[in-house]
């Protein structure tokens, strides 16, 4: 086969490009007070790409009180109605350069341009959309007083008010869409935010800045700080000007977040890791199961939070199986994220390289079997061949920690029992798959998961209408749906005595 030319790139993300990529605060575009800038590279040959304003606690203060200006100013006495056309049109003006931002997000983060196009475009301006909404139907209730100890006539209604100034700080894996996670709802909800993008991906997220004012979102209601976690981001949890900290990220820096929060009591949501069971019984459609299997864990290159990185396949299939995701694994193309014919692309920087790699090093060591991959490709940009382990234990370290590379560990089954305790046999609780004709089995089996999102025949089908979050140890709270209400407005509780 012949390799098919890369795509171009448009002259207005050239012209992006040229420019310094700096802070959005109080609806200006802004340099770091210490003139201090960080680079953003281009994982398919470790090219540069653009120099990025670096943040520190000076831009963190002033993005904070800009953010708390706005909540006090025009955006906190808009109605409903008019916050909805905005967010609206956040949406529609996403949607004209969605090029720009596929491209953007293919160069900066490494997945392929065409998934960009396809996936990460397209699901932020549903997002927007979806979002916009709910401006107006965000409601109280109105509930009966009825306690012996409290005899009266009370009329008593809740209602629902913004929560104040948000922080979000989110992870490099679906830049842009992390981003509309976050400010969509809060948005919607009457926030005003200040977003953190990972060190990593900053340049859709400021293209998205550039919309927002563009879109008619006041000066402060969202600014932008670029900068590293252990500043900027912990900045922005301890803060004592910001009501409410939501994070998309790891486990283990979560923690900390909720430690840095603690001064003001500051609400929390954590969208964390996982390492998600996928389940394929005897009587599934085969065929559907093995490609089902393969996009669960190799989609995004494996760096999808909810990727399914356990398989667990009943015995009597358990060859097939293997030999069916071991194949699909090998024929997938793995290439720079501007080839059309790349499915795989580069992991996001040579610290996730690294960290991918040194975990098919434990594997090895601790006995797991390569039946494919298992090292990285070429030696220019960070590609690492899509890997099917088996023969693996529940103590090795490819089985308990979340990789977040496409790598897949594979164990059988013989009975509901053994693999319940196997599937939910780990810290984490995002998601889960079963794949099987048997719909008694099929609930069964959702049920007994440990998992905020259980998918059945299907996997990673995400939509902002359906609430989304962990159990134990991978979040706090839920996103999407009108369940994230719950994280961005405080509820206010009113009772009238009515004499
Ligand atoms: P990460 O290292 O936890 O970083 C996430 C964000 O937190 C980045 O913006 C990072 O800044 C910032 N950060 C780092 N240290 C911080 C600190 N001490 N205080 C405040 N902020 C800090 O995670 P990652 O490697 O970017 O992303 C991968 C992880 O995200 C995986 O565990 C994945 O499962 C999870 N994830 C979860 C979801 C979900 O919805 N549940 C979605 C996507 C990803 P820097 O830019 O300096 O790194
Ligand atoms: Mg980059």
Redesign the pocket.
């Known amino acids: 086969m012949t390799a098919s030319s890369p795509i171009s790139v448009p002259t207005t993300v050239k012209n992006f490009l040229s420019r310094p990529v700096n802070h959005l605060i109080d609806g200006a575009d802004t340099p770091s007070r210490s003139h201090e800038q960080f680079l953003t590279f281009n994982p398919s040959d470790g090219a540069e790409l653009a120099h990025v304003a670096l943040g520190a606690e000076a831009e963190v203060d002033r993005a904070v009180a800009a953010a708390r200006k706005a909540l006090d100013g025009p955006w906190g006495r808009m109605s409903g109605s008019d916050r909805s056309k905005i967010i609206w049109r956040v949406g529609e003006l996403i949607e004209q350069k969605a090029e720009d931002f596929a491209i953007l997000e293919a160069l900066d983060s490494g997945k392929p341009a065409t998934y960009a196009r396809a996936v990460d475009i397209p699901l932020a301006i549903d997002w927007f959309r979806y979002f916009a909404g709910w401006t107006t139907k965000i409601e109280g209730t109105t509930i009966p007083v009825s306690a012996v100890a409290t005899p009266g006539n009370y009329l008593a209604y809740t209602v629902r008010e913004p929560i104040g100034v948000v922080a979000a700080?989110?992870?490099?894996?679906?830049p842009l869409m992390?981003a509309a996670w976050k400010l969509a709802p809060a948005l919607a909800a009457g926030n005003t935010v200040v977003l953190?993008?990972?060190?990593?991906t900053p340049l859709t997220a400021t293209l998205l800045g550039e919309i927002m004012r563009e879109a008619g979102i006041p000066d402060g209601v969202v600014n932008i700080v670029h900068g590293?976690?252990?500043d900027v981001?912990?900045a922005l949890?301890a803060h004592p000007g910001v009501d409410k900290i939501s994070?998309?990220?790891?486990?283990?820096?979560g923690k900390?977040?909720i430690n840095?929060a603690r001064g003001n009591l500051k609400k929390v949501t954590l969208?964390?890791?996982?390492k998600s069971p996928n389940v394929i019984c005897a009587d599934a459609d085969l065929d559907a199961a093995i490609a089902g299997a393969a996009n669960a864990i190799f989609f995004n290159q494996g760096e999808a939070?909810e990727a399914g990185s356990r398989l667990f396949v009943e015995e009597s299939v358990y060859d097939r199986v293997v030999e069916g995701i071991s194949t699909a694994a090998a024929q997938l193309n793995v290439g720079d994220s501007l080839s059309p014919d790349s499915q795989i692309g580069p992991l996001v920087s040579q610290r996730q390289l690294d960290r991918v790699l040194g975990y098919l090093g434990s594997g090895e060591a601790e006995g797991a079997t390569t039946v494919t991959g298992g090292k990285r490709k070429g030696s220019v940009g960070y590609f690492v061949e899509p890997t099917v382990l088996t023969d693996v234990t529940p103590s090795m370290k490819v089985v308990t920690d979340?990789i977040?590379g496409p790598v897949v560990a594979v164990s059988s089954f013989s009975d509901h029992d053994e693999l319940m305790r196997a599937a939910n046999d780990t810290d984490y609780g995002?998601a889960a798959a079963v794949w099987t004709s048997n719909v008694s089995k099929a609930h069964n089996i959702a049920a007994g998961f440990k998992a905020g999102t259980v998918w059945i025949n299907s996997y990673h089908v995400l939509d902002p209408a359906l609430p989304?979050g962990?159990y134990k140890q991978?979040?706090w709270g839920r996103?999407h749906g009108s369940s994230v209400f719950e994280a961005y407005t405080e509820t206010k509780t009113v009772i009238l005595n009515r004499g």
């Open positions: 700080v989110i992870a490099w894996n679906f992390l953190k993008p990972a060190e990593q590293y976690g252990h981001g912990n949890a994070f998309t990220g790891s486990t283990e820096v900390s977040i840095a969208e964390l890791g996982g939070c979340e977040f995002l989304f962990g991978s979040g996103e």
